[in-house]
T-cell receptor, first 116, second 114 residues
């Protein structure tokens, strides 16, 4: 069974204090690893897709990296508006293809609070 | 362009009742997935529909059912509601519904069971 573990569960940073969030995964084969941001009372907002080990993607103060066993979301000089829960999810490879099948497994998220 | 829209935003029901939740995907997206998110947890996969056919089902009882219409909108139905069904129900859409494609989520329906 696919598993996604995120750490830490919660993280409190001072504004400008850089840090990293971790996502460890166990899947039979990876087709895509996704990072989402979720604000309270809202649905997850898509941030990045990573497809293969060594890949990196950046958006403003966020940078996502991928290895064969884990992904990191690096936050550089965070601002209070970066406060949210960050979710990691994996889309596994399957042995047979039946078209249009997308069972994605999510982690429980890291709740980030950035203090001014 | 409009994102994924869900209705209603909030719903209060009592145990044993039935509920229908609705979702309209992003224009051009043919895949719709439903997730249940309990407070403090990540979303859990319930169903995926692609081109009006069920393509995937998570570990949820038969009380949960769904369908997709010709315009690609979707309904999630839950019968014989239990207290444990209280959660945020999220709908997500993607263009072709494969595992390497990101999904785009609506803001969900908050379902409370009394």
């Amino acid at each position: 069974e696919d598993q996604v573990t995120q750490s830490p569960e919660a993280l409190r940073l001072q504004e400008g204090e850089s840090s990293s969030l971790n996502c460890s995964y166990t899947v039979s084969g990876l087709r895509g690893l996704f990072w989402y941001r979720q604000d309270p009372g809202k649905g997850p907002e898509f941030l990045f897709t990573l497809y293969s080990a060594g890949e990196e993607k950046e958006k403003e103060r966020l940078k996502a990296t991928l290895t064969k066993k884990e992904s990191f979301l690096h936050i550089t000089a965070p601002k209070p508006e970066d406060s949210a829960t960050y979710l990691c999810a994996v889309g596994p490879k399957r042995d047979t293809y039946s078209g249009g099948y997308q069972k994605v497994t999510f982690g429980t998220g890291t709740k980030l609070q950035v203090i001014p | 362009d409009a994102g994924v829209t869900q209705s209603p935003t909030h719903l209060i029901k009592t145990r044993g009742q039935h509920v229908t939740l609705r979702c309209s995907p992003i224009s051009g997206h043919k895949s719709v997935s439903w997730y249940q998110q309990v407070l403090g947890q990540g979303p859990q996969f319930i169903f995926q529909y692609y081109e009006k056919e069920e393509r995937g089902r998570g570990n949820f009882p038969d009380r949960f059912s769904a369908r997709q219409f010709p315009n690609y909108s979707s309904e999630l139905n839950v019968n014989a509601l239990l207290l444990g069904d209280s959660a945020l129900y999220l709908c997500a859409s993607s263009a072709s519904g494969t595992e390497n494609q990101p999904q785009h989520f609506g803001d969900g329906t908050r379902l409370s069971i009394l």
